[in-house]
Structure formats: structure tokens, C-alpha cells
């Protein structure tokens, strides 16, 4: 019974914001699907290097009242960062919130605009701790 | 600002039920981490040969009241396979229900006991339309 992880799915309200939101991440689109007929498209973002690890933005046309969402079941997307304090100056300063700062210099986590969890880690060793991650408090939760 | 995809996440209420659920799917245990200090489980499953795209099972010992949840934002995760009708029998014959059958012959959905949605599709091109697939209703949402 063979079998093969193909990508996570989450659904976004805005397109344009959250398109912006992943590739400020550092995500890329590599393929896309536009349904005239069903009213969605369907856009696979991935890191560079890694196409064949994406996640599937499904977006409806006209719109999801019940987004963004919150829930217990779903935890996070994880990526690895090659420095994790470069990567979380550059998101804070395109307004992305740090709602979980890497005291450590290892774990960070944001949120996607439709309230998905995303998890930072340092790639290999932690960094030294340093400020101004290391007297950042932590903002709503993750 | 090199980024590179880890895991995607998911948290479950009973751990051995769920992970004969995924072990059912064909995910092996990858790596397993265990907190007595945090009574949690971190328990990581992958499909062979794809160990870099696990998920993670979060176990909260003490249990988890939030559990089984529902929610807008996270869609699916989805696994390709090389005969949707066997894994779709297997998956049946061990009491899982098939929310949307592979009347198509190219897509299925199944929840895991937490309700997070799993999408199956046929790996290359779709199977002939069979039965009993052709005539099963769906059942529930995905």
C-alpha cells in the first residue's frame, strides 16, 4: 500500500494578503488552478529547492465567512530558517507579529492572517540569546 | 533568508488510537520525544522513504477537553497512493469511514480520530470508475 505526502492544505480569505504573507516567508508559487466553474483557485507555495514540499492556499472567490478560524485539532506548519533573528527582524518589519520572540535563539512562532500557527526554528545550533528577541514578551498565543 | 519546510502538526487526544489510525495509512514512527516534565508526546510519522515529510502527534498526557475540534482555516493533509481502491478497502475493513468515496477513481477524504481531514489521491492517472466506490454517498463533511 504505497504512499506519499503530497502537500498541507489551509484556506485563505484573502488571497493577495496571504500570497504576500508566504512569500514573504520565503514560499514560492509553483503551480496554480483557477476554477472558473467552481468559483476557487487553488495556489501551491513551497520553499526553493523543496517544490515537492508545498502547501495548497484554497481560495474561494465569493468569499469565507468563517475565516480566519481558530481550532485545536490543527498545530502548525513548521520551517527551519537559517537565522532565525534575520528572519523574524525582516517579518516584524513588514508588520508580521512576533507572537512567540526567539528568547532562545531557536523557536518562533507567527500567525498567518487567517490565524494559521507557524513554527521557526533554527536551523542546527541555537543562536546565542540576544536582544531585542530576549526581553520580548510573547503576544496573544499560538 | 534560506527556509526550508520541517513537519506539519497536529494534536491528538488519544495517542495510541491515533497512531494506529496514521500507522493504518502507512506512516511509520520516525522519531519520538517524551517530556516528564511537561507530561507531553511528541511523536513524529512519516511514510517510508519520505522520513523529511513527517507530521507531528502532540500528546498532552493530562489529556486534552478541546479535542476532537473542527475548524475553517487548516484544510487537509494529502498523501498520494498507488491504488486508491485498496487503500480505500484497507482503511474500510479496519473501521475507518471513507467521507467522500473515490467514485472518480483519483480522490478519496477521511478524517483522523481528532477530525483532521486527510485527502487521498490516486497517484498518475485516475482508475477506472469500479464499484462499490461508484455508487457510495458521501458521508459527513471532510
Redesign the interface.
Known amino acids: 500500500?504505497?504512499?506519499?505526502?503530497?502537500?498541507?492544505?489551509?484556506?485563505v480569505k484573502d488571497l493577495e494578503k496571504s500570497m504576500a504573507f508566504y512569500a514573504l516567508?520565503?514560499?514560492k508559487e509553483t503551480r496554480r488552478y483557477d476554477s472558473e466553474e467552481g468559483r476557487f483557485s487553488l495556489i501551491f507555495m513551497?520553499?526553493e529547492?523543496?517544490e515537492d514540499?508545498p502547501i495548497?492556499l484554497?481560495y474561494n472567490w465569493d468569499g469565507?465567512d468563517?475565516?480566519?478560524?481558530?481550532?485545536?485539532?490543527?498545530?502548525?506548519?513548521?520551517?527551519?530558517?537559517?537565522?532565525i533573528y534575520?528572519?523574524c527582524a525582516?517579518l516584524e518589519a513588514n508588520g508580521v507579529v512576533i507572537n512567540r520572540p526567539p528568547r532562545d535563539g531557536r523557536m518562533a512562532f507567527i500567525r498567518?492572517p487567517?490565524?494559521?500557527s507557524i513554527?521557526l526554528?533554527q536551523?542546527g545550533d541555537a543562536l546565542a540569546p540576544a536582544e531585542p528577541w530576549l526581553s520580548m514578551g510573547n503576544t496573544g498565543h499560538w
Open positions: 500500500m504505497g504512499l506519499n505526502y503530497l502537500h498541507t492544505m489551509v484556506r516567508l520565503g514560499l513551497a520553499p529547492g523543496q514540499r495548497e484554497t469565507d468563517a475565516l480566519p478560524s481558530d481550532s485545536r485539532h490543527f498545530g502548525h506548519l513548521a520551517y527551519g530558517v537559517d537565522n534575520e528572519t525582516h498567518s487567517d490565524n494559521i513554527e526554528l536551523n
